[in-house]
């Protein structure tokens, strides 16, 4: 940040008073300008025992397999953000059910939040973001192609908790990215 979005002059870094870390702080007109961690909301839509999955057409991680999942907007619960991201990025109207897992992806400033969903109806697409979307059966899930940590992590532990039939809540942290960026195949 270079610039105050309140007054449009040039911004400092500095600690301000009663703070314990840095902030861009514009010494004009006293404004502290946060910057904190951004949500990614998703989900993992399930029909007829089948997962859901979409190919990323966007980087990072093109070509790669994801759930449906995207940053949260502005007005809206993280349930609906993770209906909305199924829907823009798989054409699927899902139903979202429990919550399955945190990951505090600490390196990129954020945290995925997802959510266990049904896909009552078999019909989908590849929305703007996905070069495809399918169903798949968990044997058949490519697991050397999964987009990022946290995806492989909820995908996991969705399946561990299906084959157990148990709702559970998951909890990890990533501090570091730990995916290569060779291209699929």
């Given at each position: 940040?270079?610039?105050?979005?309140?007054?449009?002059?040039?911004?400092?870094?500095?600690?301000?008073?009663g703070d314990h870390l840095p902030r861009?702080?514009?010494?004009?007109?006293?404004?502290?300008?946060?910057?904190?961690?951004?949500?990614?909301?998703?989900?993992?839509?399930?029909?007829?025992?089948?997962?859901?999955?979409?190919?990323?057409?966007?980087?990072?991680?093109?070509?790669?397999?994801?759930?449906?999942?995207?940053?949260?907007?502005?007005?809206?619960?993280?349930?609906?953000?993770?209906?909305?991201?199924?829907?823009?990025?798989?054409?699927?109207?899902?139903?979202?059910?429990?919550?399955?897992?945190?990951?505090?992806?600490?390196?990129?400033?954020?945290?995925?939040?997802?959510?266990?969903?049904?896909?009552?109806?078999?019909?989908?697409?590849?929305?703007?973001?996905?070069?495809?979307?399918?169903?798949?059966?968990?044997?058949?899930?490519?697991?050397?192609?999964?987009a990022f940590p946290s995806i492989d992590?909820?995908?996991?532990?969705?399946?561990?908790?299906?084959?157990?039939?148990?709702?559970?809540?998951?909890?990890?942290?990533?501090?570091?990215?730990?995916?290569?960026?060779?291209?699929?195949?």
């Amino acid at each position: 940040m270079k610039y105050c979005s309140d007054c449009g002059q040039p911004v400092e870094q500095r600690v301000p008073a009663g703070d314990h870390l840095p902030r861009h702080v514009c010494p004009s007109c006293d404004t502290v300008h946060y910057q904190n961690p951004k949500i990614v909301v998703g989900c993992v839509p399930e029909h007829d025992s089948r997962i859901l999955l979409c190919k990323r057409a966007i980087e990072p991680r093109r070509g790669y397999w994801t759930i449906p999942a995207g940053f949260m907007e502005n007005g809206e619960t993280l349930q609906a953000g993770a209906a909305r991201e199924s829907h823009e990025e798989a054409l699927a109207r899902v139903e979202i059910g429990s919550l399955l897992a945190v990951v505090n992806v600490v390196h990129a400033h954020q945290v995925h939040v997802m959510f266990r969903a049904t896909l009552p109806v078999a019909e989908y697409g590849a929305g703007i973001e996905s070069l495809e979307v399918e169903l798949y059966r968990p044997e058949d899930i490519p697991w050397a192609e999964i987009a990022f940590p946290s995806i492989d992590f909820a995908l996991r532990r969705y399946l561990e908790d299906r084959a157990g039939g148990l709702e559970q809540v998951h909890f990890t942290d990533f501090d570091r990215p730990s995916w290569h960026r060779a291209t699929p195949t």
